[in-house]
């Protein structure tokens, strides 16, 4: 009678079961950070009743959370934009949010900036000042910047208008924070019939923006523009990865037109603790302004 071997055991199911489930981790998590690594260029023309003749079919780049991370990713968002260069892009506006902590830094409570993450970010800006944009540069310092920067061939938009002058007519470009008193104080700078492009750091200033009056009545906002909640970065049966306040899951991502006042909250390019986005996509926007519906 043969004595069946103790060395060499069957396989149950559990073994099989568990190098799927296995594998099909690994697929998932390289799919995520695959997703984080390409970047889309996403296109609009949008319709601006208040556009002045001379910038009819002028475009911006508006890129937003660069959400800088280790020397390399320096490398990467200054190649991303050598690369975006042949673009051509009449405006470029940055939208805040150029550092990120890492995980580690996140779990242990780090929330302020360090003299490495203002020199990280002072190099970003000194690898993209080659980029051109015959109408102007421009970028947000947002609230978790740590205040207002020198950003190295950049105007900043922190509360103040910039006046893009062209052929003796004017395209105007406001910087708000959510507890910006530009905002506040925005609609008192404008007549109705003025051309203004809103750059905010989180789609919370939205609504402030849409209910604020122009100097004689009306919206003084033709556009809004905003970052910040990354499309909730990880999104998977309704949940998401990042925290985010009502207004922002509100206005979590894309196109909304309320008020008749076209509003974008992008994506962002980067991501907040990891390089893994589920249900999201990293992207940049061309946009085209148009006066003719």
């Known amino acids: 009678m043969k004595r069946k071997s103790k060395g060499k055991r069957a396989r149950g199911p559990g073994l099989w079961i568990g190098l799927a489930l296995a594998v099909l981790l690994l697929l998932c998590f390289g799919w995520m950070w695959l997703q984080s690594n390409i970047v889309h260029v996403m296109r609009a023309t949008v319709y601006l009743p208040d556009l002045p003749a001379a910038f009819e079919g002028r475009t911006m780049l508006y890129a ?121 104080r925005g609609g008192r700078s404008f007549h109705r019939g003025e051309c203004v492009i809103a750059v905010a750091d989180t789609p919370a200033c939205f609504p402030t923006l849409n209910t604020t009056e122009a100097r004689d009545g009306g919206h003084w906002v033709d556009l809004c523009l905003a970052g910040h909640t990354h499309g909730g970065q990880v999104r998977l049966f309704g949940r998401k990865l990042l925290r985010l306040n009502s207004l922002e899951e ?43 519906e």
């Open 250 to 292: 509100h206005f979590l991502y894309g196109w909304t037109h309320e008020t008749g006042v076209p509003m974008l909250t992008t994506s962002g390019v980067g991501c907040e603790g990891v390089n893994l986005r589920f249900g999201t996509q990293a992207e940049v926007w061309l946009i085209t302004l148009t006066g003719n």
């Open 64 to 184: 937003s959370d660069i959400d800088l991370r280790g020397d390399g990713s320096i490398a990467k968002a200054a190649d991303l934009f050598h690369r975006l260069q042949t673009l051509q892009p009449d405006i470029l506006i940055l939208g805040g949010d150029y550092n990120t902590h890492s995980l580690l830094q996140t779990l242990n409570g780090e929330t302020a900036l360090n003299p490495t993450d203002t020199q990280r970010r002072e190099e970003f800006f000194h690898f993209i000042n080659d980029f051109t944009a015959p109408l102007g540069r421009y970028a947000l310092s947002a609230e978790a910047d740590g205040g207002v920067f020198a950003a190295e061939g950049f105007e900043l938009l922190n509360d103040a208008k910039h006046g893009i002058e062209l052929d003796g007519e004017t395209l105007w470009l406001v910087g708000v924070t959510e507890s910006s008193e530009g905002v506040r």
